[in-house]
Each structure stands twice: as structure tokens, then as C-alpha cells.
């Protein structure tokens, strides 16, 4: 009787301690596992062309994240495939020299639990290629750019700050990056015409918005480059921040996003980047943080 009695009493004490620790478990969150759930995520879209763009059915980006990682470590190794594809609106619906993105980024951060009303900070530094699988001439005979088969190369080195805090609404997230094309990793026929130094600034602008929804904005600046998509100089010069914002929802543990992006600025898509977009996009998204219960804005 009483032996049966203090299994009893073990059984429920151990109960109230396993779901103390499941409670202390939910208020806080892994980091790396907070850094996973910032990650790029692949998106699919419908342009509506403003200017700049040729007649296109839909823009996929589609990006897997192989994630090396062991609890006891505070860093992480990110390898990222990456291609951006696009289908014009022309006889046999082409794909036209896809973007080839592939990069190795390594994290580094500093607490290893992340608390509910608590931020951190974490760096990374990262290696990228970007080419479009073309052997041709990279310029026409009148001096522009071939985008149907000319050879586009480049690769570079990325440094990044991120700050994180999820307890925020307002900027919760923020990314401060440096990427670097250097000379000797880039086509020559594209030195002084792609550019070497771009930095760019992110942030999560609001979140917790009606259906988990989430506003999110860029701007980047091209350090030494000088657009050619336009003869007029302030054009030229406002060509060198290209903006972006996005509004996405979704809903809790469902890895599917709605979004829509205002984009303003030079073509991201490899030797494209002589055009000066203007352009809405309306898509979904892959939802990759469910542990966090929102989705990256794309």
C-alpha cells in the first residue's frame, strides 16, 4: 500500500518537474536554431512589370539550406545551392540563362539559448558564386550586353552582422552586409561594368501583424559601379540604392507563405543587370521557422 502510494506521488512529481522543463523549454529557443529560421527561403512569384521587365510568366527562386551543426557548438556551416529562374513570355515559354547562386556561409554567435525577452547578436562570413551556365560573347557588336548566350562570372566574399530579438515587434530582426567581387574571381569583360563593393541593410520593419503577417524592407548601395541603364545622372545615381519591400502572411506551423514585393532598382538576374527594375511581385514562399512562428520575407 504504501509502496503503491509513493509511486504515486514519484509518478506526479515527476510530471509537475518534466512539464516545468517543457514550460522553461518553450521560453526559449536554440540560437542556431534561431539563425536556421532567418535563412533565405525559396519563393515563387508572378511579376507585374512597372518598367524594365521583359514579358515574364513567373520568377522561382529555389534555395535548400544543408545546415552543419552540433549542439555543443557556437557556429554553424551553411552550404546554400541556389537558382533563380525565369519564364518569358515567348515562343516555347524559355528559360533563359538561369542564375547560378551557390554559397558557403559560416555563423558564429555566442549564447547558445536564446530567451524569449532576450536578443543576441551573430556574424557570418560567406563565399558566393553567381554565373548563368553561357559560353557566348559577353558584349553584341554594337557594345551591348548578350543576354541571350553571353558568358556572366563572378565570385565573392560576404561579411555580415545580424541582430535578432524576439521579443520585439518593431525591427526584430536586422542584417548589415559587405560583399566583395574581387578583381581576380571576376569575368574580366565585366570589371568596372558589374561592379566590387555592395553593401546592403535589412530589417524586419513589424511583425506579429494580423495572420502572422510580417512587413520586411532592403536597401543596398553599389559602392563603385555605375549603372548604364540610363543617360540621366540623377537616374544613374538613384540606380545605385535599389530598394525592396515586402509584405508576407501566413499561419502558424503551415511551411507556406503569401507575400508581395515592391522592388526598385538594377536586375539581380546575372547578365541582366544593364536593366533598371521597377516592378510588384506577387507569390508564396517557403515558411522555414515554424519553431519561431514566422516566415523570412524573401
Known amino acids: 500500500m504504501l509502496r503503491g502510494l509513493a509511486s504515486i506521488i514519484s509518478a506526479c512529481a515527476c510530471a509537475f518537474s518534466c512539464g ?4 522553461a523549454a518553450e521560453e526559449a529557443v536554440r540560437t542556431a536554431d534561431a539563425i536556421r529560421g532567418r535563412l533565405e527561403p525559396s519563393y515563387l512569384v508572378a511579376p507585374l512589370a512597372i518598367s524594365g521587365l521583359d514579358p515574364v510568366w513567373y520568377e522561382a527562386n529555389v534555395v535548400a539550406h544543408f545546415f552543419v551543426h552540433r549542439d555543443a557548438w557556437r557556429w554553424a556551416l551553411v552550404l546554400t545551392p541556389k537558382i533563380v529562374v525565369r519564364l518569358f513570355r515567348e515562343y516555347s515559354e524559355p528559360v533563359k540563362t538561369p542564375s547560378y547562386m ?4 559560416l555563423f558564429l554567435w555566442s549564447e547558445k539559448q536564446l530567451a ?8 557570418s562570413v560567406g563565399l558566393g558564386h553567381h554565373s548563368n551556365g553561357q559560353a557566348g560573347p559577353v558584349f553584341l557588336p554594337g557594345g551591348a550586353l548578350n543576354h541571350e548566350t553571353g558568358d556572366f562570372t563572378t565570385n565573392y566574399v560576404e561579411l ?6 524576439r521579443d520585439r515587434t518593431w525591427l526584430g530582426w536586422s542584417r548589415l552586409s559587405v560583399e566583395w567581387h574581387p578583381w581576380f574571381a571576376q569575368q574580366q569583360r565585366l570589371l568596372g561594368r558589374y561592379g566590387s563593393l555592395f553593401a546592403e541593410l535589412e530589417a524586419t520593419i513589424v511583425e506579429r501583424l494580423p495572420l502572422d503577417g510580417r512587413i520586411g ?3 543596398g548601395m553599389m559602392l563603385n559601379a555605375s549603372p548604364r541603364s540610363s543617360e540621366g545622372g540623377l537616374v544613374r ?3 545605385r540604392f535599389p530598394v525592396a519591400v515586402t509584405y508576407a502572411v501566413g499561419w502558424p506551423d503551415v511551411e507556406l507563405a503569401l507575400f508581395a514585393r515592391y522592388y526598385l532598382g538594377r536586375d539581380y538576374y546575372n547578365i541582366w543587370f ?3 527594375l521597377h516592378v510588384l511581385q506577387i507569390g508564396i514562399s517557403s515558411n522555414i521557422s515554424p519553431t519561431l512562428g514566422s516566415q523570412d520575407s524573401p
Do not use: I, M
Open 217 to 219: 524592407a532592403s536597401v
Open 160 to 165: 555580415a552582422g545580424h541582430l535578432l530579438d
Open 20 to 23: 516545468a522543463s517543457s514550460a
Open 116 to 123: 524569449a525577452a532576450a536578443g543576441t547578436s551573430y556574424f
Open 274 to 276: 544593364d536593366r533598371r
Open 102 to 105: 551557390p554559397r558557403l556561409t
Open 237 to 239: 545615381q538613384l540606380e
